[in-house]
């Protein structure tokens, strides 16, 4: 069983407002539902013995399993990187980001540019196999994503993420959010990157 974590909005959150925060929230609440939905039926009656990779219950319920939980790790990522105090890149961050890109701005132009053709999140990742981070742009959930690496920076571009605040200005969207990284959760991840794998 997955809980919901409880997200609440906060004064330091400014790249949303509250009202788009809370609807927001409501469809990660749905993605939560969905995930323990689809595991309980995993764990009792799935129909594994009409599995066909055409069309069948049990490969519907796998193609739900990795979009519902991604869904679910996606968004709590998301809403742990967006807000706190330190919202100016700091040196336990950048310092990898210049490894990785040649140039802390290198790296923003280029998440930017990624944020702009994704059609559902916007990725700043650890890839394990090269040791080095990454921008992916991710199509859906559970498309796009590099099979061994880990998300550092999470940014949601589903138009349901900006669209109520922003309507069709997904530019000022990202603007705001560059303004609005929680530096300290991305550097934490960074450091869990580089002493755990
Ligand atoms: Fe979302």
Redesign the pocket.
Known sequence: MIEKVNFRYTDDITVINAKQFEA?IR??QGYVNNINKIDQILNNDPKREDANSTFSFFRECKRGETFALD?VI??EL?FENIGGQMNAPIPAATQELERCFGGFNNWQEDFIATAKVSRGWAVLCFDQRSYRLRNISLDAHDHGNIAYSAPILVL?M?E??YFLQYADNKAEYINRFMENINWEVVASRIWCQAHFT
Request: charged fraction near 10%.
């Open positions: 927001h469809l990660y869904g996606l968004h998301y949601d589903y349901h993420a």
